[in-house]
């Protein structure tokens, strides 16, 4: 699939009246495919209290999504992944899963 994006130059008479001059030539231009994913949405912040940020977060602020994740080697991997995938900034050591 094609994106193209149309634009249209015109000359503005930039020393009197500012005004468009021309009808313009028209141009066309072939976008890439982008894919937009989750992470595209959150920005990274660190937080130094996790639980005070987290109570102080209204309903506004909750996104419910399902993610398939295929079986891993180990809960650290899985972790990781969720965090790529999400975008996230682990805070307060949360990232880190203890071997019991």
Same mark, same amino acid.
């Given at each position: 699939?094609?994106?193209?994006?149309?634009?249209?130059?015109?000359?503005?008479?930039?020393?009197?009246?500012?005004? +468009?001059?021309?009808?313009?030539?028209?141009?066309?231009?072939?976008?890439?495919?982008?894919?937009?994913?989750?992470?595209?949405?959150?920005?990274?912040?660190?937080?130094?209290?996790?639980?005070?940020?987290?109570?102080?977060?209204?309903?506004?602020?909750?996104?419910?999504?399902?993610?398939?994740l295929c079986p891993?080697?180990?809960?650290?991997?899985? +972790?990781?992944?969720?965090?790529?995938?999400?975008?996230?900034?682990?805070?307060?050591?949360?990232?880190?899963?203890?071997?019991?």
């Open positions: 699939m094609t994106h193209p994006m149309s634009v249209t130059n015109c000359n503005i008479d930039m020393e009197s009246t500012g005004e +468009v001059e021309d009808d313009g030539v028209e141009d066309e231009y072939q976008l890439e495919d982008l894919e937009v994913v989750s992470a595209d949405y959150v920005l990274k912040v660190r937080v130094s209290n996790f639980r005070n940020a987290w109570e102080s977060m209204g309903p506004d602020c909750e996104r419910v999504d399902e993610h398939g891993r080697e180990s809960l650290a991997e899985v +972790v990781n992944i969720v965090i790529n995938l999400l975008g996230l900034q682990p805070c307060e050591w949360l990232h880190k899963v203890l071997n019991l």
